[in-house]
DNA sequence: CGGTATCCTCATTGATACTG
DNA sequence: CAGTATCAATGAGGATACCG
């Protein structure tokens, strides 16, 4: 029962999203704004998609628990898809739904944002 | 001594970040990704200055203890400026930095990512 | 107005160990 | 390989009350 809580977020959404314009903004920092959450979608937008243990890899630092509730958490969310690709040597790939992939933009501005805040305040 | 923390983010900034590429994301998760860190920006960005209570006004839901928190931290980080702009009845301006202003884009990606995800969600 | 000081609760993170 | 189950530690978020 782990792999399943499709009843969580439906009504969520509009519980606390009012009808401001700020609640998407909200919205969106709900969905990732977890500490992983961005590194992962990151992960699989430049390398495709990954199994379990590959995507553990490369994010490096990560525990096994953290990393399934975070995937599970986007899987939830409709960002992230799970595909079992192989059943006699067990194998899973993740990789980014449409939606997740539309996030493109948002780990992009991130990404240049990152870059240029650290050239400036690290710069000796 | 809680409005001075100089000696906690300098060094903090290369240690959890190497030298690989996806640490410009963590960067920045880092930086806004706190829960109100992304809003306060946004607020910020749509109203220029404002006065702690007003801040807190456009907010909404948020208390003080956390507002004044999230406020210093992004102080720290040179991301929000505190101005004492009137002493006899005393009065504070909370801006944005250069910096902190440069987060436009990012904060205008996930505006935008925040709209279509509801659009698409809760269609009905 | 513009906060700070406490204190409490719950969520997140994570280490370790084990399973199919 | 791809996880789950437990349990411990930490820390963020928040209610309340009070101060200059």
């Known amino acids: 029962m782990s792999r399943a809580s499709e009843d969580k977020d439906e ?14 903004v909200t919205c969106t920092t709900h969905l990732i704004g977890k500490k992983w959450h961005p590194v992962i ?15 553990k890899e490369e994010i490096e630092s990560i525990s096994s628990t953290v990393l399934s509730n975070s995937l599970e958490d986007l899987e ?6 799970r595909a079992i690709v192989s059943e006699k040597p067990f194998r899973v790939e993740y990789s980014l739904t ?7 933009p948002v780990i992009d501005a991130m990404d240049a944002w990152g ?6 305040t690290s710069r000796s």
């Not at 979608?41 to 995507?55: D, K, Q, T, Y």
């Open 11 to 24: 009504e969520c959404v509009a519980s606390w999203c009012a009808d401001d314009d700020w609640c998407t």
């Open 41 to 55: 979608v990151h992960r699989l937008l430049e390398h495709g998609p990954l199994g379990f243990n590959a995507l």
């Open 76 to 81: 939830d969310n409709g960002l992230v898809n």
């Open 98 to 104: 449409e939606q997740g992939t539309s996030l493109e």
């Open 115 to 120: 870059e240029a805040y650290l050239r400036e």
